[in-house]
């Protein structure tokens, strides 16, 4: 019985050291920080793509000039300006994106329309040509003729032009 005393109490002797240094919490170490924060000046700031972009200075991965690429060095060059009143504010590359998917969609629109349009003159066109009631040999018949022609011609540029503006879309990622 005595040895398990004295075990108990070697146990005993050896663990509380162990307690007494414990690490403290993590609440202890966020209050501790805390107080380190409040007294140390504020000296540096992070700088994000979107301070750089309210600024005007244009962003790392889209910079507003080629010369104007390097990060401001201080943390007044990257404070954002005034607006001047009546001033827009600055657009965002999303809101630049829209407006250009904006703008795709319409060319690509019009272009269709030219398409539907163009494909309706020749369909008009080969059904006058097809009607054999009139003369064949007539002025009209070749004018009508050469107006197919000047028909087939234009629809094969919007057609073209439509390809391409889809291929443009799809470069873009636009849907």
Known sequence: MASRSLIAALALALAAPCGLAQEPSLAELAKKEK??????????RTITESDLGKAGAGTFSAPAGSDSAAPAASPDAAAVPAAAPGATPEKTEEELRAERQQKWREELQ???DDVAKYEEQVAKLEAALG?????????????????????????????????????????????
């Open 110 to 112: 019009k272009a269709r």
């Open 35 to 44: 107080k380190r924060r409040k007294a140390t000046p504020d000296a540096t």
């Open 131 to 175: 009607d054999i009631s009139q003369n064949i040999h007539s002025a009209s018949r070749a004018n009508r003729a050469a107006a197919l022609e000047q028909a087939k011609a234009q629809l094969a540029q919007a057609r073209t032009k439509v390809d391409e503006l889809e291929t443009t879309g799809r470069q873009n990622g636009f849907s």
